[in-house]
């Protein structure tokens, strides 16, 4: 296994916002580099608005933060490059995965990935122009692999930073299995930097895919990170011994309960997000699916504290390698 491989975090909407990534920062070793949830540009609008507060530099404390855009329309990349340069950004990723309906049938995400002469017709207007490096992040097709087969020759026609692969189509969501094959053949054909995601849940799952892949030198972690915060430490052989990672993990979660509290209007608004937190992080105890059965219970923010300090004071074992 190679000493020092690049660690991403995937970005994850609702979930891996600008209160995740600094607790997440401040508390685990391992990642390189975090890729903030897809901002939509609206033309007519301010960009400087509630929707973009988190990729403000105050909001994103020593954190080597990516910001992310969801477009289909050229003119929107260039007031995007603007505003993510004023705040100091020198790199911006376009958002060709997301899988969800609501925007693959606007063809944005993954939807606009069977259109390769209109993500063409994008490159040629925009390229030449940014002042940010643009990276990419897609899958291998909205419905059919043969769709980023027949991008990749277009990708490698411009001076693209970094090509991101989660190698699952857009209609699999996160289900199925990762299509390894594919992945390869794309591989293969790529000119640019391809940095591998999909379904690294562990240790173990990671030196396979480099052992198959050893030209892939960045790896981006979604999920796995999400379910076991000590994955790429692990990976990176800079783990903290089991029997400390309970209390790590609750000085964890105390942050991002601090950061929500300041942040987020009513007790009923953090314990909407703190459920969103255990959905997740639930996994990484032997006793966590029990524990989780009985929080999504829980109507009120004393209740929950409460439920939270008993199990944290019960000493819940950590899973050293949860699926």
């Known amino acids: 296994m190679k000493s020092n491989p690049q660690i991403y975090l995937a970005p994850i909407q609702g979930v891996t916002n600008d209160i995740y990534r600094n607790a997440y920062h401040a508390s ?9 949830p897809f901002v939509k540009v609206q033309l007519k609008g301010d960009l400087k608005r509630k929707k973009t507060k988190g990729l403000l530099p105050e909001w994103n404390e020593r954190i080597p933060l990516v910001p992310q855009i969801l477009s289909n329309e050229g003119e929107e990349f260039g007031v995007f490059d603007a505003y993510v340069q004023d705040l ?11 899988p969800v309906a609501m925007v693959t049938t606007k063809k944005r995400g993954s939807g606009l990935l069977p259109h390769a002469e209109r993500i063409q017709a994008i490159l040629e207007k925009v390229m030449g122009k ?14 059919r692999p043969e769709e980023l087969l027949t991008l990749i020759p277009v990708f490698n026609q411009f001076p693209i930073h970094e090509l991101i692969i989660h190698s699952r189509l857009g209609l699999q969501m996160y289900g199925g299995q990762v299509d390894l094959q594919t992945f390869g053949e794309c591989l293969k054909l790529s000119k640019i930097p391809v940095v591998y995601n999909g379904d690294i849940f562990n240790a173990a799952a990671f030196g396979a895919l480099q052992i198959k892949f050893p030209q ?14 000590f994955l790429p430490a692990q990976i990176k052989g800079l783990d903290v011994p089991n029997q400390d990672k309970a209390e790590r993990f609750k000085q964890f979660h105390d942050e991002c309960v601090r950061r929500y509290e300041t942040v987020l209007f009513g007790p009923g608004h ?7 937190f255990w959905f997740y992080s639930h996994r990484l105890f032997e006793n966590g699916p029990e524990f989780f059965n009985g929080l999504k219970k829980v109507k009120t ?3 929950y504290h ?3 300090k008993s199990f944290f004071n019960h000493a819940p074992k950590v899973i050293e390698h949860p699926q």
């Open 306 to 308: 409460n439920m939270v």
């Open 301 to 303: 923010y004393d209740a």
């Open 216 to 229: 892939i030198q960045s790896w981006m972690l979604g999920r796995g990170v999400l379910v076991n915060p």
């Open 130 to 143: 940014l002042k940010c490096r643009l990276s990419i992040k897609t899958r291998l097709g909205l419905a």
């Open 28 to 36: 685990f070793p391992g990642v390189d580099k975090y890729f903030a």
């Open 88 to 98: 100091g950004y020198q790199e911006f990723n376009w958002n060709l995965g997301c």
């Open 270 to 276: 953090v314990l909407d997000k703190l459920k969103e």
